[in-house]
Protein backbone atom coordinates (compact mmCIF):
# COMPACT_ATOMS: atom_id res chain seq x y z
CA UNK A 1 0.00 0.00 0.00
CA UNK A 2 1.10 3.56 -1.27
CA UNK A 3 2.31 5.41 2.09
CA UNK A 4 -0.22 7.81 2.64
CA UNK A 5 -0.60 11.73 1.90
CA UNK A 6 0.90 13.08 5.30
CA UNK A 7 -1.41 15.22 7.09
CA UNK A 8 -2.25 15.89 11.12
CA UNK A 9 -2.97 12.37 11.74
CA UNK A 10 -0.46 10.15 10.00
CA UNK A 11 2.09 10.19 7.82
CA UNK A 12 3.11 6.11 7.37
CA UNK A 13 1.10 3.21 8.21
CA UNK A 14 1.62 1.48 11.36
CA UNK A 15 1.90 -1.81 10.30
CA UNK A 16 3.98 -1.35 7.20
CA UNK A 17 7.34 0.10 9.25
CA UNK A 18 10.54 -2.05 9.49
CA UNK A 19 14.20 -1.44 10.02
CA UNK A 20 15.28 0.58 7.04
CA UNK A 21 13.23 3.59 7.94
CA UNK A 22 15.14 3.76 11.66
CA UNK A 23 16.04 7.35 12.48
CA UNK A 24 13.02 8.76 10.78
CA UNK A 25 10.99 10.76 12.33
CA UNK A 26 7.24 9.42 11.62
CA UNK A 27 3.72 9.97 12.64
CA UNK A 28 0.93 7.38 12.49
CA UNK A 29 -2.81 6.89 13.66
CA UNK A 30 -4.91 4.21 14.87
CA UNK A 31 -6.42 2.37 17.74
CA UNK A 32 -4.82 1.13 21.16
CA UNK A 33 -4.77 -2.43 20.97
CA UNK A 34 -2.76 -3.22 24.09
CA UNK A 35 -1.43 -0.78 26.77
CA UNK A 36 1.43 -2.33 28.98
CA UNK A 37 2.69 -0.43 32.26
CA UNK A 38 6.42 -1.15 33.03
CA UNK A 39 7.19 0.64 35.50
CA UNK A 40 8.66 3.73 34.20
CA UNK A 41 8.34 2.79 30.78
CA UNK A 42 4.86 2.41 29.05
CA UNK A 43 4.00 0.36 25.93
CA UNK A 44 1.37 0.48 23.62
CA UNK A 45 0.77 -1.61 20.45
CA UNK A 46 -0.72 0.72 17.76
CA UNK A 47 -3.47 -0.95 15.07
CA UNK A 48 -4.20 0.35 12.26
CA UNK A 49 -5.50 -1.48 8.83
CA UNK A 50 -2.30 -2.40 8.10
CA UNK A 51 -0.90 -4.22 11.45
CA UNK A 52 0.59 -3.29 14.62
CA UNK A 53 3.38 -1.11 15.98
CA UNK A 54 4.61 -0.79 19.31
CA UNK A 55 4.93 2.66 20.27
CA UNK A 56 7.19 3.63 23.77
CA UNK A 57 6.77 6.10 26.21
CA UNK A 58 9.35 7.38 28.06
CA UNK A 59 8.73 9.64 31.32
CA UNK A 60 12.22 11.02 31.38
CA UNK A 61 12.11 11.73 27.20
CA UNK A 62 8.86 12.76 26.71
CA UNK A 63 7.26 13.44 30.39
CA UNK A 64 3.74 14.98 28.58
CA UNK A 65 3.00 12.09 26.10
CA UNK A 66 3.96 9.74 28.59
CA UNK A 67 1.21 11.26 30.91
CA UNK A 68 -1.33 11.09 28.14
CA UNK A 69 -0.37 7.35 27.66
CA UNK A 70 -0.82 6.28 31.43
CA UNK A 71 -4.46 7.51 30.62
CA UNK A 72 -4.65 5.52 27.56
CA UNK A 73 -7.31 2.41 27.63
CA UNK A 74 -8.15 -0.43 25.14
CA UNK A 75 -9.74 1.10 21.63
CA UNK A 76 -8.92 4.89 22.23
CA UNK A 77 -8.05 6.67 19.03
CA UNK A 78 -4.55 8.12 19.09
CA UNK A 79 -1.99 9.96 16.46
CA UNK A 80 1.56 9.82 17.35
CA UNK A 81 4.50 11.17 16.58
CA UNK A 82 8.38 10.39 17.19
CA UNK A 83 11.46 8.51 15.81
CA UNK A 84 11.64 4.93 14.84
CA UNK A 85 14.15 3.17 16.79
CA UNK A 86 15.45 -0.42 16.17
CA UNK A 87 14.47 -2.44 19.56
CA UNK A 88 17.48 -3.56 21.54
CA UNK A 89 18.75 -7.17 20.65
CA UNK A 90 16.48 -8.99 22.88
CA UNK A 91 13.36 -7.64 22.76
CA UNK A 92 13.09 -8.06 19.00
CA UNK A 93 9.56 -9.35 18.49
CA UNK A 94 10.01 -12.11 15.48
CA UNK A 95 6.52 -12.81 15.53
CA UNK A 96 5.25 -8.89 14.40
CA UNK A 97 6.11 -7.69 11.17
CA UNK A 98 7.30 -4.15 12.89
CA UNK A 99 8.62 -6.59 15.26
CA UNK A 100 12.36 -5.52 14.82
CA UNK A 101 11.79 -1.24 15.37
CA UNK A 102 9.41 1.11 18.00
CA UNK A 103 7.93 4.47 17.72
CA UNK A 104 10.06 6.39 20.57
CA UNK A 105 7.14 8.71 21.02
CA UNK A 106 7.42 12.17 21.58
CA UNK A 107 3.87 13.50 20.69
CA UNK A 108 0.59 11.77 21.31
CA UNK A 109 -2.65 13.10 21.19
CA UNK A 110 -6.07 11.29 21.72
CA UNK A 111 -8.60 11.69 19.04
CA UNK A 112 -11.64 9.49 20.93
CA UNK A 113 -12.02 7.65 23.73
CA UNK A 114 -13.54 4.05 23.38
CA UNK A 115 -15.77 2.14 26.14
CA UNK A 116 -14.84 -0.74 27.00
CA UNK A 117 -15.53 -3.20 24.40
CA UNK A 118 -18.24 -6.36 24.92
CA UNK A 119 -14.95 -8.94 23.65
CA UNK A 120 -11.21 -8.17 23.46
CA UNK A 121 -10.09 -7.33 19.86
CA UNK A 122 -7.72 -10.01 19.44
CA UNK A 123 -8.02 -13.33 17.70
CA UNK A 124 -7.50 -15.59 20.83
CA UNK A 125 -10.75 -15.00 22.53
CA UNK A 126 -14.05 -16.76 21.31
CA UNK A 127 -16.81 -14.79 21.32
CA UNK A 128 -20.40 -16.16 20.38
CA UNK A 129 -21.35 -15.24 16.63
CA UNK A 130 -24.78 -13.24 18.51
CA UNK A 131 -22.31 -10.39 20.05
CA UNK A 132 -20.06 -10.90 17.08
CA UNK A 133 -22.73 -9.68 14.74
CA UNK A 134 -24.31 -7.11 16.75
CA UNK A 135 -21.06 -5.76 17.65
CA UNK A 136 -19.67 -6.52 14.05
CA UNK A 137 -17.77 -3.41 13.37
CA UNK A 138 -15.96 -4.21 16.32
CA UNK A 139 -15.45 -8.22 15.61
CA UNK A 140 -14.29 -6.20 11.80
CA UNK A 141 -11.60 -5.07 13.56
CA UNK A 142 -9.75 -8.47 14.63
CA UNK A 143 -7.28 -9.50 12.56
CA UNK A 144 -9.23 -12.61 11.02
CA UNK A 145 -12.10 -11.36 10.25
CA UNK A 146 -10.39 -8.24 8.91
CA UNK A 147 -7.56 -10.68 6.41
CA UNK A 148 -11.16 -12.45 5.23
CA UNK A 149 -12.77 -9.54 3.71
CA UNK A 150 -8.98 -8.02 2.40
CA UNK A 151 -8.98 -11.66 0.34
CA UNK A 152 -12.59 -11.00 -0.70
CA UNK A 153 -11.48 -7.87 -2.19
CA UNK A 154 -8.37 -9.10 -3.84
CA UNK A 155 -10.62 -12.11 -5.19
CA UNK A 156 -12.95 -9.48 -6.44
CA UNK A 157 -10.25 -7.08 -8.33
CA UNK A 158 -8.82 -9.97 -9.79
CA UNK A 159 -12.36 -11.26 -11.28
CA UNK A 160 -12.87 -7.12 -12.95
CA UNK A 161 -8.90 -7.37 -13.91
CA UNK A 162 -9.76 -10.52 -15.91
CA UNK A 163 -12.97 -9.87 -17.25
CA UNK A 164 -12.27 -6.70 -18.45
CA UNK A 165 -9.55 -7.87 -20.46
CA UNK A 166 -11.23 -10.93 -22.17
CA UNK A 167 -14.04 -7.94 -23.18
CA UNK A 168 -16.83 -9.05 -20.72
CA UNK A 169 -18.85 -5.32 -20.14
CA UNK A 170 -19.80 -4.73 -16.52
CA UNK A 171 -23.90 -3.97 -16.58
CA UNK A 172 -26.41 -3.72 -14.02
CA UNK A 173 -29.62 -5.09 -13.61
CA UNK A 174 -33.03 -4.44 -11.87
CA UNK A 175 -33.25 -5.28 -8.13
CA UNK A 176 -36.88 -4.35 -8.09
CA UNK A 177 -38.14 -6.18 -10.55
CA UNK A 178 -40.68 -9.58 -11.23
CA UNK A 179 -39.93 -12.92 -9.84
CA UNK A 180 -37.07 -15.25 -11.56
CA UNK A 181 -37.59 -18.65 -11.48
CA UNK A 182 -34.54 -20.35 -9.67
CA UNK A 183 -36.63 -22.33 -7.35
CA UNK A 184 -36.78 -20.61 -4.21
CA UNK A 185 -39.11 -17.96 -2.88
CA UNK A 186 -39.28 -14.40 -3.59
CA UNK A 187 -38.74 -11.63 -0.92
CA UNK A 188 -41.41 -9.05 -2.10
CA UNK A 189 -41.84 -5.10 -2.20
CA UNK A 190 -44.76 -3.70 -2.05
CA UNK A 191 -45.52 -1.02 -4.84
CA UNK A 192 -46.90 2.31 -3.64
CA UNK A 193 -47.82 3.58 -6.62
CA UNK A 194 -49.51 0.68 -7.79
CA UNK A 195 -51.35 -0.38 -4.66
CA UNK A 196 -51.92 -4.12 -4.70
CA UNK A 197 -48.79 -4.94 -7.19
CA UNK A 198 -45.54 -5.72 -5.99
CA UNK A 199 -42.23 -5.92 -7.49
CA UNK A 200 -39.60 -9.54 -6.46
CA UNK A 201 -36.10 -9.17 -5.32
CA UNK A 202 -34.48 -10.90 -8.15
CA UNK A 203 -33.10 -14.30 -7.12
CA UNK A 204 -30.17 -14.13 -10.33
CA UNK A 205 -30.18 -11.57 -12.82
CA UNK A 206 -30.78 -14.59 -15.16
CA UNK A 207 -33.91 -12.79 -17.53
CA UNK A 208 -32.03 -9.66 -17.68
CA UNK A 209 -28.49 -11.26 -18.81
CA UNK A 210 -30.16 -13.21 -21.71
CA UNK A 211 -31.82 -9.96 -22.90
CA UNK A 212 -28.31 -8.74 -22.99
CA UNK A 213 -27.23 -11.31 -25.21
CA UNK A 214 -30.62 -10.20 -27.08
CA UNK A 215 -29.59 -6.67 -27.45
CA UNK A 216 -25.98 -7.41 -28.78
CA UNK A 217 -23.26 -7.04 -26.03
CA UNK A 218 -22.01 -10.29 -26.10
CA UNK A 219 -19.97 -10.73 -23.06
CA UNK A 220 -21.64 -9.37 -19.98
CA UNK A 221 -20.78 -9.67 -16.38
CA UNK A 222 -22.11 -7.93 -13.03
CA UNK A 223 -20.69 -9.17 -9.53
CA UNK A 224 -24.26 -8.79 -8.23
CA UNK A 225 -26.31 -9.46 -5.26
CA UNK A 226 -29.41 -12.26 -5.37
CA UNK A 227 -32.25 -13.09 -2.53
CA UNK A 228 -33.63 -15.83 -2.29
CA UNK A 229 -35.79 -16.48 0.79
CA UNK A 230 -35.40 -20.10 2.03
CA UNK A 231 -34.55 -22.00 5.18
CA UNK A 232 -30.97 -21.24 5.88
CA UNK A 233 -30.03 -24.00 7.47
CA UNK A 234 -27.18 -25.40 4.85
CA UNK A 235 -24.85 -21.96 5.62
CA UNK A 236 -27.02 -19.72 3.43
CA UNK A 237 -27.84 -16.29 3.65
CA UNK A 238 -30.98 -14.67 2.39
CA UNK A 239 -28.78 -12.24 0.44
CA UNK A 240 -25.45 -13.34 -1.37
CA UNK A 241 -23.57 -12.56 -3.74
CA UNK A 242 -22.71 -13.96 -7.47
CA UNK A 243 -20.37 -13.20 -10.04
CA UNK A 244 -22.57 -13.67 -13.12
CA UNK A 245 -21.64 -13.83 -17.10
CA UNK A 246 -22.99 -14.74 -19.80
CA UNK A 247 -21.65 -14.80 -23.58
CA UNK A 248 -23.20 -15.10 -27.18
CA UNK A 249 -22.06 -17.37 -30.03
CA UNK A 250 -20.47 -20.10 -27.56
CA UNK A 251 -20.66 -23.52 -26.68
CA UNK A 252 -20.09 -25.24 -23.47
CA UNK A 253 -16.45 -25.52 -23.92
CA UNK A 254 -15.89 -21.86 -24.81
CA UNK A 255 -17.69 -21.24 -21.70
CA UNK A 256 -16.19 -24.00 -19.38
CA UNK A 257 -12.45 -22.34 -21.26
CA UNK A 258 -12.79 -18.75 -20.35
CA UNK A 259 -14.30 -20.15 -16.50
CA UNK A 260 -10.82 -22.36 -16.17
CA UNK A 261 -8.71 -19.25 -16.61
CA UNK A 262 -11.16 -16.72 -14.45
CA UNK A 263 -10.95 -19.16 -11.73
CA UNK A 264 -6.97 -19.72 -12.19
CA UNK A 265 -6.63 -16.01 -11.83
CA UNK A 266 -9.04 -15.49 -9.06
CA UNK A 267 -7.36 -18.48 -7.13
CA UNK A 268 -4.00 -17.29 -7.12
CA UNK A 269 -5.46 -14.20 -5.69
CA UNK A 270 -6.34 -16.69 -2.73
CA UNK A 271 -2.36 -18.26 -2.78
CA UNK A 272 -3.93 -21.42 -4.50
CA UNK A 273 -2.69 -22.39 -7.89
CA UNK A 274 -4.80 -24.39 -10.52
CA UNK A 275 -3.37 -26.78 -13.28
CA UNK A 276 -5.60 -26.70 -16.24
CA UNK A 277 -7.68 -27.50 -18.06
CA UNK A 278 -9.79 -28.15 -14.79
CA UNK A 279 -11.58 -31.64 -14.94
CA UNK A 280 -14.53 -32.97 -16.44
CA UNK A 281 -16.80 -35.74 -14.72
CA UNK A 282 -20.27 -36.99 -16.27
CA UNK A 283 -23.59 -35.82 -14.16
CA UNK A 284 -23.74 -40.06 -14.64
CA UNK A 285 -20.09 -41.41 -13.27
CA UNK A 286 -20.02 -38.72 -10.23
CA UNK A 287 -23.67 -39.71 -8.97
CA UNK A 288 -21.68 -43.37 -9.38
CA UNK A 289 -18.04 -42.80 -7.91
CA UNK A 290 -19.14 -40.49 -5.18
CA UNK A 291 -22.74 -40.50 -4.59
CA UNK A 292 -23.32 -36.87 -5.32
CA UNK A 293 -23.36 -34.51 -7.96
CA UNK A 294 -20.70 -32.21 -5.85
CA UNK A 295 -18.16 -34.59 -5.43
CA UNK A 296 -14.82 -34.05 -3.79
CA UNK A 297 -12.16 -36.50 -4.72
CA UNK A 298 -9.87 -35.90 -1.94
CA UNK A 299 -10.53 -38.56 -0.11
CA UNK A 300 -10.17 -40.98 -2.38
CA UNK A 301 -12.54 -44.09 -1.52
CA UNK A 302 -14.41 -44.21 -4.46
CA UNK A 303 -18.01 -46.50 -4.88
CA UNK A 304 -18.17 -49.02 -7.90
CA UNK A 305 -21.26 -51.10 -9.30
CA UNK A 306 -21.00 -54.67 -7.62
CA UNK A 307 -24.10 -55.69 -9.43
CA UNK A 308 -22.18 -57.69 -11.47
CA UNK A 309 -20.22 -59.67 -8.87
CA UNK A 310 -23.36 -60.12 -7.31
CA UNK A 311 -25.74 -60.62 -10.39
CA UNK A 312 -26.43 -64.27 -9.44
CA UNK A 313 -26.29 -63.97 -5.43
CA UNK A 314 -28.63 -66.07 -3.16
CA UNK A 315 -28.46 -63.64 -0.49
CA UNK A 316 -31.64 -62.45 -0.45
CA UNK A 317 -30.81 -58.96 0.02
CA UNK A 318 -28.72 -58.34 -2.61
CA UNK A 319 -31.29 -60.79 -4.75
CA UNK A 320 -33.92 -58.57 -4.01
CA UNK A 321 -32.66 -55.49 -4.58
CA UNK A 322 -31.05 -56.01 -7.82
CA UNK A 323 -34.11 -58.49 -9.08
CA UNK A 324 -36.33 -55.00 -8.60
CA UNK A 325 -34.65 -53.03 -10.41
CA UNK A 326 -32.41 -51.63 -7.16
CA UNK A 327 -28.92 -52.17 -7.31
CA UNK A 328 -25.62 -53.10 -4.90
CA UNK A 329 -23.12 -50.73 -4.23
CA UNK A 330 -19.92 -50.44 -2.36
CA UNK A 331 -16.99 -48.03 -0.99
CA UNK A 332 -13.63 -49.58 -0.14
CA UNK A 333 -12.12 -48.41 2.86
CA UNK A 334 -8.56 -48.81 2.34
CA UNK A 335 -6.39 -50.55 5.04
CA UNK A 336 -5.31 -47.91 7.64
CA UNK A 337 -6.59 -45.14 6.08
CA UNK A 338 -9.45 -44.80 9.09
CA UNK A 339 -10.02 -46.84 12.18
CA UNK A 340 -13.32 -48.70 11.73
CA UNK A 341 -13.82 -51.16 14.55
CA UNK A 342 -16.81 -52.76 15.00
CA UNK A 343 -18.74 -50.24 17.61
CA UNK A 344 -18.00 -47.62 14.58
CA UNK A 345 -19.44 -49.88 11.91
CA UNK A 346 -22.64 -50.08 14.00
CA UNK A 347 -23.03 -46.12 14.32
CA UNK A 348 -22.25 -46.01 10.44
CA UNK A 349 -25.48 -48.83 9.83
CA UNK A 350 -27.42 -46.72 12.08
CA UNK A 351 -26.54 -43.43 9.75
CA UNK A 352 -27.20 -45.46 6.81
CA UNK A 353 -30.65 -46.46 7.88
CA UNK A 354 -31.33 -42.83 9.42
CA UNK A 355 -30.22 -41.64 5.70
CA UNK A 356 -32.91 -44.15 4.19
CA UNK A 357 -31.14 -47.49 3.50
CA UNK A 358 -32.96 -50.80 4.53
CA UNK A 359 -29.17 -51.59 6.03
CA UNK A 360 -25.64 -51.60 5.42
CA UNK A 361 -23.40 -54.32 4.98
CA UNK A 362 -20.01 -54.33 6.23
CA UNK A 363 -16.81 -56.58 5.48
CA UNK A 364 -12.96 -56.80 5.80
CA UNK A 365 -10.78 -58.77 3.36
CA UNK A 366 -8.66 -61.55 5.53
CA UNK A 367 -5.50 -62.38 4.09
CA UNK A 368 -6.65 -64.93 2.20
CA UNK A 369 -9.35 -63.27 0.43
CA UNK A 370 -12.11 -64.64 2.68
CA UNK A 371 -14.59 -61.61 4.26
CA UNK A 372 -15.09 -61.13 7.81
CA UNK A 373 -18.67 -60.02 7.85
CA UNK A 374 -22.26 -61.39 9.22
CA UNK A 375 -23.00 -61.54 5.65
CA UNK A 376 -19.92 -63.92 4.67
CA UNK A 377 -21.67 -67.43 5.52
CA UNK A 378 -24.68 -66.48 2.69
CA UNK A 379 -22.27 -65.13 -0.16
CA UNK A 380 -19.84 -67.85 -2.16
CA UNK A 381 -15.90 -67.05 -2.37
CA UNK A 382 -16.25 -66.19 -5.99
CA UNK A 383 -18.80 -63.54 -5.67
CA UNK A 384 -16.22 -62.23 -2.72
CA UNK A 385 -13.67 -62.23 -5.10
CA UNK A 386 -15.39 -60.47 -8.02
CA UNK A 387 -16.56 -57.81 -5.43
CA UNK A 388 -13.10 -57.16 -4.09
CA UNK A 389 -11.88 -56.74 -7.71
CA UNK A 390 -14.63 -54.64 -8.73
CA UNK A 391 -14.19 -52.28 -5.82
CA UNK A 392 -10.04 -52.70 -6.35
CA UNK A 393 -9.81 -54.10 -2.74
CA UNK A 394 -6.96 -55.58 -1.32
CA UNK A 395 -6.20 -57.61 2.19
CA UNK A 396 -7.17 -55.47 5.22
CA UNK A 397 -9.57 -53.17 3.25
CA UNK A 398 -12.83 -52.64 4.72
CA UNK A 399 -15.64 -52.68 2.52
CA UNK A 400 -19.57 -50.95 2.95
CA UNK A 401 -22.20 -52.20 0.81
CA UNK A 402 -25.77 -50.97 0.18
CA UNK A 403 -28.42 -52.79 -1.30
CA UNK A 404 -31.14 -50.57 -1.92
CA UNK A 405 -32.87 -48.27 -5.02
CA UNK A 406 -30.39 -46.54 -6.89
CA UNK A 407 -30.62 -42.81 -5.31
CA UNK A 408 -30.85 -44.34 -1.98
CA UNK A 409 -27.51 -45.88 -2.43
CA UNK A 410 -25.69 -43.47 -4.20
CA UNK A 411 -26.63 -41.14 -1.75
CA UNK A 412 -26.40 -43.00 1.40
CA UNK A 413 -22.34 -44.25 0.18
CA UNK A 414 -21.98 -40.52 -0.51
CA UNK A 415 -22.99 -39.79 2.80
CA UNK A 416 -21.05 -42.64 4.65
CA UNK A 417 -18.10 -41.88 2.55
CA UNK A 418 -17.32 -38.08 3.90
CA UNK A 419 -18.43 -39.17 7.06
CA UNK A 420 -15.34 -41.42 7.83
CA UNK A 421 -13.25 -39.70 5.52
CA UNK A 422 -9.86 -38.10 6.91
CA UNK A 423 -9.85 -34.30 7.05
CA UNK A 424 -8.89 -33.80 3.54
CA UNK A 425 -6.04 -31.67 2.41
CA UNK A 426 -5.54 -29.33 -0.21
CA UNK A 427 -8.44 -28.23 -2.92
CA UNK A 428 -10.15 -30.42 -5.80
CA UNK A 429 -11.85 -28.71 -8.20
CA UNK A 430 -14.06 -29.94 -10.84
CA UNK A 431 -16.51 -28.97 -13.63
CA UNK A 432 -19.91 -32.11 -13.65
CA UNK A 433 -21.62 -31.88 -16.77
CA UNK A 434 -24.28 -33.94 -18.70
CA UNK A 435 -27.04 -33.35 -16.60
CA UNK A 436 -30.55 -34.85 -16.53
CA UNK A 437 -32.86 -31.48 -17.19
CA UNK A 438 -35.63 -32.37 -14.89
CA UNK A 439 -35.96 -34.23 -11.99
CA UNK A 440 -39.31 -35.69 -10.58
CA UNK A 441 -40.66 -34.00 -7.54
CA UNK A 442 -42.98 -36.52 -5.38
CA UNK A 443 -44.52 -33.89 -3.48
CA UNK A 444 -45.24 -31.53 -6.10
CA UNK A 445 -45.69 -34.66 -8.63
CA UNK A 446 -44.17 -32.52 -11.29
CA UNK A 447 -40.81 -32.26 -13.49
CA UNK A 448 -38.51 -29.43 -11.90
CA UNK A 449 -35.68 -28.43 -13.62
CA UNK A 450 -32.49 -29.38 -12.02
CA UNK A 451 -31.10 -26.23 -13.52
CA UNK A 452 -33.37 -23.20 -14.20
CA UNK A 453 -36.05 -23.65 -17.35
CA UNK A 454 -33.76 -21.48 -19.47
CA UNK A 455 -31.13 -24.09 -20.01
CA UNK A 456 -31.19 -25.54 -23.46
CA UNK A 457 -31.99 -29.35 -23.19
CA UNK A 458 -30.34 -31.95 -25.65
CA UNK A 459 -32.07 -35.60 -26.77
CA UNK A 460 -35.35 -36.65 -27.99
CA UNK A 461 -37.76 -34.12 -26.83
CA UNK A 462 -40.53 -35.86 -27.81
CA UNK A 463 -39.64 -38.73 -24.95
CA UNK A 464 -40.42 -38.54 -21.45
CA UNK A 465 -38.70 -35.74 -19.79
CA UNK A 466 -37.01 -37.38 -17.30
CA UNK A 467 -35.17 -38.42 -20.47
CA UNK A 468 -33.96 -35.42 -21.71
CA UNK A 469 -30.27 -34.27 -20.79
CA UNK A 470 -29.28 -30.63 -20.74
CA UNK A 471 -26.66 -28.30 -21.87
CA UNK A 472 -26.04 -27.60 -18.21
CA UNK A 473 -22.80 -27.56 -16.26
CA UNK A 474 -21.41 -27.11 -12.41
CA UNK A 475 -18.02 -26.67 -11.19
CA UNK A 476 -17.14 -27.79 -7.84
CA UNK A 477 -14.48 -27.25 -5.26
CA UNK A 478 -14.41 -29.04 -1.82
CA UNK A 479 -17.30 -30.98 -2.61
CA UNK A 480 -19.21 -27.98 -2.60
CA UNK A 481 -20.69 -26.12 -5.83
CA UNK A 482 -19.33 -22.80 -6.06
CA UNK A 483 -20.87 -22.40 -9.94
CA UNK A 484 -23.61 -23.36 -12.34
CA UNK A 485 -24.79 -22.38 -15.82
CA UNK A 486 -25.68 -23.78 -19.06
CA UNK A 487 -26.14 -23.09 -22.54
CA UNK A 488 -29.36 -21.22 -22.54
CA UNK A 489 -32.23 -21.92 -25.12
CA UNK A 490 -32.52 -19.12 -27.87
CA UNK A 491 -35.41 -20.34 -29.75
CA UNK A 492 -38.75 -19.78 -28.65
CA UNK A 493 -40.69 -23.10 -29.84
CA UNK A 494 -38.13 -25.18 -27.62
CA UNK A 495 -38.49 -22.45 -24.58
CA UNK A 496 -42.45 -23.39 -24.95
CA UNK A 497 -41.57 -27.01 -25.03
CA UNK A 498 -39.32 -26.84 -21.87
CA UNK A 499 -42.57 -24.79 -20.67
CA UNK A 500 -45.03 -27.53 -21.51
CA UNK A 501 -42.95 -30.27 -19.79
CA UNK A 502 -42.98 -28.51 -16.66
CA UNK A 503 -46.79 -27.97 -16.54
CA UNK A 504 -46.35 -24.84 -17.31
CA UNK A 505 -49.75 -23.45 -19.14
CA UNK A 506 -49.20 -21.31 -22.19
CA UNK A 507 -51.24 -18.16 -20.06
CA UNK A 508 -48.82 -18.50 -17.00
CA UNK A 509 -45.41 -18.86 -19.02
CA UNK A 510 -46.70 -15.93 -20.97
CA UNK A 511 -48.00 -13.85 -18.21
CA UNK A 512 -44.81 -14.73 -16.76
CA UNK A 513 -41.83 -14.70 -19.05
CA UNK A 514 -43.89 -13.16 -21.83
CA UNK A 515 -41.11 -10.80 -21.97
CA UNK A 516 -38.56 -13.47 -22.27
CA UNK A 517 -40.45 -15.06 -24.91
CA UNK A 518 -41.19 -12.65 -26.91
CA UNK A 519 -37.50 -11.28 -26.84
CA UNK A 520 -36.46 -14.54 -28.23
CA UNK A 521 -38.69 -13.90 -31.36
CA UNK A 522 -36.41 -10.83 -32.55
CA UNK A 523 -33.20 -13.07 -32.96
CA UNK A 524 -31.42 -14.04 -30.23
CA UNK A 525 -27.87 -15.39 -30.59
CA UNK A 526 -26.89 -18.80 -29.36
CA UNK A 527 -25.80 -18.00 -25.82
CA UNK A 528 -24.87 -19.49 -22.28
CA UNK A 529 -23.50 -18.37 -18.78
CA UNK A 530 -22.35 -19.15 -15.82
CA UNK A 531 -22.93 -17.30 -11.90
CA UNK A 532 -20.40 -18.17 -9.41
CA UNK A 533 -21.35 -18.16 -5.71
CA UNK A 534 -18.36 -15.07 -4.34
CA UNK A 535 -19.43 -15.64 -0.71
CA UNK A 536 -18.61 -19.43 -1.04
CA UNK A 537 -15.29 -19.09 -3.37
CA UNK A 538 -13.78 -16.54 -0.63
CA UNK A 539 -14.97 -19.12 2.27
CA UNK A 540 -13.12 -21.92 0.84
CA UNK A 541 -10.64 -19.62 0.03
CA UNK A 542 -10.04 -17.93 3.27
CA UNK A 543 -10.23 -21.51 5.24
CA UNK A 544 -13.38 -20.82 7.20
CA UNK A 545 -16.46 -22.94 7.16
CA UNK A 546 -18.89 -20.98 7.03
CA UNK A 547 -19.76 -17.79 4.11
CA UNK A 548 -21.18 -15.63 7.31
CA UNK A 549 -17.19 -15.58 8.24
CA UNK A 550 -16.32 -13.64 4.44
CA UNK A 551 -19.76 -11.27 4.44
CA UNK A 552 -19.29 -7.79 6.54
CA UNK A 553 -22.26 -7.64 7.42
CA UNK A 554 -24.13 -11.83 7.51
CA UNK A 555 -27.56 -12.57 9.09
CA UNK A 556 -28.08 -15.25 11.56
CA UNK A 557 -29.22 -18.70 10.95
CA UNK A 558 -32.88 -17.23 11.52
CA UNK A 559 -32.20 -14.37 8.94
CA UNK A 560 -32.11 -11.58 11.54
CA UNK A 561 -29.12 -8.63 11.48
CA UNK A 562 -28.09 -8.09 15.41
CA UNK A 563 -26.88 -4.88 14.53
CA UNK A 564 -29.64 -3.47 12.99
CA UNK A 565 -32.08 -5.19 14.26
CA UNK A 566 -33.65 -5.69 10.96
CA UNK A 567 -36.16 -7.17 10.39
CA UNK A 568 -38.16 -5.19 12.36
CA UNK A 569 -42.10 -3.59 12.72
CA UNK A 570 -43.39 -0.48 10.72
CA UNK A 571 -45.51 1.51 11.52
CA UNK A 572 -48.91 1.60 10.60
CA UNK A 573 -49.01 4.72 8.66
CA UNK A 574 -46.20 3.18 6.20
CA UNK A 575 -48.57 0.17 5.89
CA UNK A 576 -51.31 2.25 4.81
CA UNK A 577 -49.60 4.06 1.94
CA UNK A 578 -48.25 0.89 0.64
CA UNK A 579 -52.08 -0.68 0.74
CA UNK A 580 -50.68 -3.75 2.89
CA UNK A 581 -52.48 -4.85 5.83
CA UNK A 582 -50.63 -6.01 8.88
CA UNK A 583 -50.74 -9.78 9.15
CA UNK A 584 -52.53 -11.27 12.31
CA UNK A 585 -50.15 -12.28 14.96
CA UNK A 586 -49.15 -15.68 13.83
CA UNK A 587 -50.55 -18.60 15.53
CA UNK A 588 -48.22 -21.34 14.92
CA UNK A 589 -44.09 -20.96 15.22
CA UNK A 590 -42.93 -19.77 11.67
CA UNK A 591 -40.57 -21.22 9.54
N1 LIG B 1 -28.83 -17.96 -12.94
C1 LIG B 1 -28.15 -19.16 -12.54
C2 LIG B 1 -28.04 -19.20 -11.02
O1 LIG B 1 -28.20 -18.21 -10.36
C3 LIG B 1 -26.77 -19.28 -13.10
C4 LIG B 1 -26.75 -19.37 -14.58
O2 LIG B 1 -27.43 -20.23 -15.16
O3 LIG B 1 -25.98 -18.60 -15.19
O4 LIG B 1 -27.77 -20.24 -10.46
Known amino acids: MRAPRGNRFRDRWAGTLRADRTGERVRVAGWVHRRRDHGGLIFVDLRDRTGLLQLVFRPEEAPEAHAAAAALRPEDVVTAAGELVRRDEGVVNPGLPTGEVELNVGEVEQLADADTPPFPIDD ?32 VQAMHRFLDERG ?3 LETPMLTRSTPEGARDFLVPSRMQPGDWYALPQSPQLFKQLFMVAGFERYYQIVRCFRDEALRADRQPEFTQLDMELSFVDEEDVIEVCDELLREVLAAGGVELELPLDRLTYDEAMLRYGTDRPDRRPGMEIADLGEAFAGSDFRVFADALGGGGVVRGLRVPAGAVELPRRRLDELTEQARGLGAKGLVWAVVEESGAWRSPVAKFLSEGEMADAVKALDGAPGDTLLIVADEEAVAARVLGELRLAIAPPPQGHDLLWVVDFPMFEWSEDERRWDPLHHPFTAPVGDLDATPGAWRSRAYDIVMDGLEIGGGSIRINRPDIQRKVFDALGLAPEEAQARFGFLLEALRYGAPPHGGIAFGLDRMCA ?31 DARQLRELGVRPAPPPTAPRE
Open 168 to 170: FLE
Open 540 to 570: LLAGRNSIREVIAFPKTASGADPLTGAPAPV
Open 124 to 155: DSPVGEETRLRYRYLDLRRERVARALELRHRV
